[in-house]
């Protein structure tokens, strides 16, 4: 999938919204427990009732491998799943990897061969060869850590002038173009948006922290979209959580078309 | 194991060897590959063959994940074998995690109760609740990147004043202990090696890229080494893939007595 085509399911779906599938046993519905894949089932109850006012999905890999080789299975399921079945949807894989060469491109192949992802995040920490096998496949992304949205943040990411998250940011765009490349920002600083749109104009960003984090949507539209969108803002425990009975994925539905609503509007407003 | 208990195996053993098991289906000698688990029992035969030489084994986890579910398994089982009859090696998953405090939560998880590694290797982008979770376990360690071996280090590790892996080195160490921390620091820098040895002077070093990478040992161990040995030199290639005949275990074998044997006079000269 190219940023064009990402840009055409936004204006058809009227949404930016990405759902993060950070699926964990204690917080799921006691009633799927006992079913033998908890994990999978609960999955594909959220997207079949969210994928209408979405674009994108984000399993967030830790909560799968914390299962060890059962969580991989239900990984794996949830992908195929969402690609057989929605496969406009823009498919996230949270993993935050980066490593020398020659392991970068085992991570790339894990997530674009093995499980079919449109992307993969990447932490910039070990610099262009650590990101750059990821980029050899076509029609696929990084989304590469700016800024995010936790408390550490403020350990490393403001040091140096300019500060680091702002020369990730720069330099990687030598690297690769806004099609195969977007950014981390997190939206609890959504005045940061503003710079980071700045300096990389036509890229997507990928926005965590609207919700249980406390960002704002409308601030995040604000200062981040472009004129094709250009914003991806994740929302995970807001929706998947929402309801924890045997109702929960038509709450979450109804959560998720609250916020395509919002989106609706937001998309009206700032990028016609 | 704590640090003392690790300088007492570097001691008994004469050695502060590392092996990684970067097992790669495509390097592996083909009379494994008709079995059930040629990865498993390639990594069995090497640690059966290295550790009497070793006194610590690092699986790179990507190698692992290329293969999704049957990797995921060939990696608890070599996890499992290593601990269940070397209880005394370290064992430390090469996996460079890092995230938000409740997804680096189940990244600790994954690692430290489902497989029961030693270690785990960080990135420190994200900052101190990205590392802190994996910290909340017992004798577990984190092993921090600091200064990477690859080219891509010079990417954003050397930005700022002092330089960004210097300012990880010293923040990390108001988080954590030199019982729980350990950095890494590439061997193809080895006289940065001392600056961070200035910097960290009690905390152990892993050090990757000694062999194929083009680290010497002897400088390594001249610039890195302290009272207490605190170094762990990590090979992988020159080991593992140093033969690729069905003679391929006797092989490593040597290779890791080899480096057991100049490692032995090292520690002479250097921590007696």
């Known amino acids: 999938m190219n940023s064009n085509q990402l840009f055409e399911q936004i204006q058809k779906k009227r949404s930016f919204l990405c759902v993060g599938l950070d699926t964990d046993m204690e917080k799921i519905p006691s009633h799927l427990k006992e079913l033998e894949d908890p994990i999978f089932e609960f ?46 949807q823009f498919l996230i894989a949270d993993a935050k990897r980066g490593d020398i060469g020659n392991t ?20 910039p920490y070990m610099g262009e060869d650590s990101v750059t096998p990821f980029l050899s ?25 300019p500060p680091l998250y702002q020369q990730v940011i720069k330099k990687a765009q030598y690297w690769a173009s806004p099609d ?28 965590p922290g609207v919700g249980a ?9 604000d200062y981040g979209m472009n004129s094709k969108c250009g914003l991806l803002v994740n929302s995970s425990r807001g929706i998947i959580y929402a309801d924890s009975s045997e109702n929960f994925a038509v709450v979450a539905g109804q959560k998720a078309l609250e916020l395509r609503d919002e989106m609706d509007q937001l998309l009206n407003r700032f990028c016609k």
């Open 137 to 161: 496949y076509k029609n696929k992304w990084v989304i590469l850590l700016g800024l995010t949205s936790n408390v550490g943040a403020d350990d490393f990411q403001f040091s140096g002038n």
């Open 43 to 88: 999955n594909k109850q959220i997207v079949d009732a969210t994928q209408k006012y979405t674009v994108a999905y984000k399993p967030n890999i830790a909560f799968y491998e914390a299962h060890g080789v059962k969580g991989w299975e239900s990984l794996q399921k949830t992908a195929e799943y969402i690609k057989k079945n929605y496969p406009e």
């Open 180 to 207: 195969e490349l977007m950014f981390v920002a997190g939206a609890t600083r959504a005045i940061m948006l503003g710079e980071i749109r700045k300096l990389a104009p036509d890229n997507f960003l990928l926005v």
């Open 104 to 123: 970068s491109k085992m991570y790339a192949k894990t997530f674009f061969e093995i499980m079919n992802f449109d992307s993969v995040t990447v932490a």
């Open 213 to 221: 984090q406390g960002g704002s949507l409308a601030e995040v539209a």
